[in-house]
T-cell receptor, first 118, second 115 residues
Framework: GAVVSQHPSWVICKSGTSVKIECRSL??????MFWYRQFPKQSLMLMAT?????????EQGVEKDKFLINHASLTLSTLTVTSAHPEDSSFYIC??????????????FGPGTRLTVL | GNSVTQMEGPVTLSEEAFLTINCTYT??????LFWYVQYPGEGLQLLLK?????DKGSNKGFEATYRKETTSFHLEKGSVQVSDSAVYFC??????????????FGKGTRLSVIA
């Protein structure tokens, strides 16, 4: 149990286009989802915290108009990279926590999405 | 603030060698501590965790003990295998009872095990 999926697993796009990344909790309801960004050979940087039905909370330095996050249901959060540029190329990882018990006290990670902007 | 410092890699070991990856933390309050592993091309997987002082987390031959007096959570394994080659992240959550608290990660340590 507690499986998180991401789609797509990798995407290549042209500069100036927008890309949507989905994060789904497959077998539990996720009240909170987190979006991280990982640069090559570096740690995970928290981008934003997303709670179902409310606006995402962005970390300092993360452009909310650039990285649109929507958490419309208890099983789905989306990250849209708008007007992508090569510097947005990165590995994006989501994680989710559930509503109670073990699911509430642990984060479950998706496999990540590798974005390459040409 | 909350932070995690772990030894910089890469670490290269021969198969069956002993592994230690150091991790120390700074936190207000009483954090829970985690080790995550990231295999090549994959996302993060929880390796082990400890939620209070003196707890020992263990999994797949890996162990780490929550040492409050030294604010440390060092990862150890007695005999590494080639399949242990991965990046290991030490992390903390400073509010165990809050499901919407993000993890604070160390920078990761890349381990390469050679046959």
């Amino acid at each position: 149990g507690a499986v998180v999926s991401q789609h797509p697993s990798w995407v290549i796009c042209k500069s100036g286009t927008s890309v949507k990344i989905e994060c789904r909790s497959l077998d539990f309801q996720a009240t909170t989802m987190f979006w991280y960004r990982q640069f090559p050979k570096q740690s995970l940087m928290l981008m934003a915290t997303s709670n179902e039905g409310s606006k995402a909370t962005y970390e300092q330095g993360v452009e909310k108009d650039k990285f649109l996050i929507n958490h419309a249901s208890l099983t789905l959060s989306t990250l849209t990279v708008t007007s992508a540029h090569p510097e947005d190329s990165s590995f994006y990882i989501c994680s989710a926590t559930g509503t109670s018990g073990k699911l509430y006290n642990e984060q479950f990670f998706g496999p990540g999405t590798r974005l390459t902007v040409l | 603030g909350n932070s995690v410092t772990q030894m910089e890699g890469p670490v290269t070991l021969s198969e069956e060698a002993f592994l230690t990856i150091n991790c120390t933390y700074t936190a207000t309050g009483y954090p829970s501590l985690f080790w995550y592993v990231q295999y090549p091309g994959e996302g993060l997987q929880l390796l082990l965790k400890a939620t209070k002082a003196d707890d020992k987390g263990s999994n797949k031959g890996f162990e780490a003990t929550y040492r409050k007096e030294t604010t440390s959570f060092h990862l150890e394994k007695g005999s590494v295998q080639v399949s242990d080659s991965a990046v290991y992240f030490c992390a903390l959550i400073n509010n165990w009872n809050s499901g919407n608290t993000p993890l604070v990660f160390g920078k990761g340590t890349r381990l390469s095990v050679i046959a």
